[in-house]
């Protein structure tokens, strides 16, 4: 049975491609090469209604266990075995199916201010051409009528964020000794220490790995003008129905709508303080249960008066 021993279960845009690409460097450690396999996000076949792009993520789902257990089969005798999905962590049922599948799993958790990972969230689906509200605090206002519309879970701006409960949840199916807490900070400020303390966690050498590869990284600026507007409703209608036709059809119309759209490089914007003073109030009672939860300090992150940490 090849299933693995350790996941790096969360969260969105707090730098698990960038950990699952530099674990998968480590002699003693095996990742696939599908990253995010989504397998224990659902019983059964993922849904088939969604927003902009959500069904044709859906049909990369590896949902059936022999294709799960087939990504784990390549690996070399005696290595660990990991993935990454960090959406594990909010799902709360996913919780229940991998304690009931892999009790003793190992759980890497990366954290990231709330504020700061909604608005890269945001800016990722605005690059992509699939959010269609320029404004970001008016996209996150925009979550319940997209929750009930049943928009997939990357669409949830704020309820992402919400690492209280999470972990609250995930605490009373697992110790807290099989949980790894991470912050992006400081996978950003210090790679190597970070990668140390990942490594020592799941009980394989240290001092084998040093930096973090540049993983979704996107320098590109995408200005709200009329001519993107219209490139952008393309690549959403796209994203509607594009599941209907083969990949490399799809590939083949939407890479030259993303050239067109992303023909401009410029610094990304940051949230302002306004935008941070306007999402707060949706956290800080979640943040004070982090704070309970895990016994650290969040204090940092409900400053009201600094712009967001560089992407």
Known sequence: MSLPDFLIAGVPKAGTTALHAALAGHPQLFLPQVKEPKFFLSDGAPPAV?????VQTYQEHVWRRPDYERLFDPAPPGVLKGEATPFYLYDLAAHDRIKALIPNVRLII????PVDRAHSNWTHLWVAG?????????ACHAEQARKAARWADFWH??????YGRQLQHLYQRFSRDQVLLLRYR??????AETLDRVCAFLGVRTGVLTAIPRENVNRHYVEDNRVNRAIRGLLRSGGTFGHRFPVPLR?????PLLTLLHRKRGNRPVTTPAERAALLPYFADDIALLQDVTGENYDDWLSLD?????R
């Open 306 to 310: 600094r712009h967001a940490r560089a």
């Open 251 to 255: 590939l083949a119309v939407r890479g």
């Open 157 to 162: 701006y704020i309820g992402l964020g919400l």
């Open 110 to 113: 990366l954290l990231r201010d």
């Open 186 to 191: 400081d996978l950003k400020d210090e790679p």
């Open 50 to 54: 969604g927003g902009p792009g959500d």
């Open 130 to 138: 699939l959010e269609e509200e320029a404004d970001f605090l008016a």
